[in-house]
């Protein structure tokens, strides 16, 4: 996932290079192509493709979350008595 990220980033850098260079280009416009084709797409691209792993990673902690809150015959002194 990330060599296509860093692959794109290489790509509109040297576009950015070659807008800031030309007769024609501006400052402005390699700094607008820069956001908007570079770094806008790509944390979009890059927050979509990271929805699995972080849905996966909030299961895990409430999955363990859980087992630590229910007691099992292996743990049975896992919730804290009640001094009753």
Do not use: C, H
């Amino acid at each position: 996932m990330y060599i296509v990220a860093i692959a794109w980033v290489f790509v509109v850098v040297l576009m950015a290079a070659a807008e800031a260079t030309s007769t024609q280009g501006t400052l402005l416009g390699a700094f607008f192509t820069l956001l908007l084709y570079g770094a806008l797409p790509l944390s979009i691209v890059l927050y979509v493709m990271g929805t699995p792993a972080r849905r996966r990673a909030r299961q895990q902690a409430e999955a363990a979350q859980q087992a630590a809150l229910t007691p099992t015959k292996n743990n049975q002194d896992a919730l804290p008595p009640d001094n009753g």
